[in-house]
């Protein structure tokens, strides 16, 4: 090899990597808020509510006993309150593509549903009603978690004026199914 071809064969191996090394892509985090943010929604909820000077009747029904609450929304711990709303984030990874997503228009409100179609992951259903976001009207959400010794269902439910939580536990060998369930009413004082 001569002085010319080693001189020729230099700029070209340089054309060669700087062409490499440019082509690689910025590394960029993608949002994969691919289904409505929960999370977020929650957070935000209680925060707010954690604020409020409205007062919150809990009603409580377990085993057949009944339990009537009446709370100060500021002594609340709403992120443990709204903890299996939160549980129920649809926007991980691993579930891009595990609902199926149905939106239809009722009037002034837009309604937006979530099936499962693959059958790995606890959120079986999700029905969203709002009047343009952010402003949500209505949240429903269904659960079934199976595990060795029992099956949970459970339904959320969630408006502006309260909540729901029904949690059902079916024992797979012995015992009698379970019932809870919590609703709570949200009554401002200054109507």
């Not at 604020?51 to 711990?77: H, M, N, R």
Request: glycine residues 2%; proline residues 5%.
């Amino acid at each position: 090899m001569n002085i010319r071809n080693t001189v020729l064969f230099l700029p070209n191996w340089a054309v060669i990597i700087i062409a490499c090394v440019s082509c690689n892509q910025p590394n960029t985090v993608q949002n994969t808020n691919r289904y409505f943010d929960i999370l977020g929604f929650f957070t935000f909820q209680a925060e707010r509510l954690s604020k409020s000077d409205i007062q919150v009747e809990k009603k409580l029904f377990l085993s057949g006993k009944e339990e009537i609450l009446y709370l100060p929304a500021k002594t609340i711990d709403w992120e443990k309150e709204f903890l299996l709303f939160s549980q129920c984030n649809l926007n991980k990874p691993a579930l891009l593509d595990a609902y199926e997503i149905e939106v239809t228009n009722a009037g002034k409100d837009v309604v937006i549903v979530y099936r499962l179609v693959k059958r790995n992951a606890p959120v079986t259903w999700m029905k969203i009603t709002h009047r343009y976001e952010p402003n949500l009207t209505e949240l429903e959400i269904r659960t079934r978690i199976h595990s060795l010794m029992n099956i949970q269902e459970t339904e959320l439910w969630y408006a502006p004026q309260g909540y729901a939580i029904r949690k059902k536990t079916i024992p797979r060998f012995w015992g009698k199914p379970s019932l809870l369930v919590v609703e709570a009413r949200l009554i401002d004082k200054n109507p």
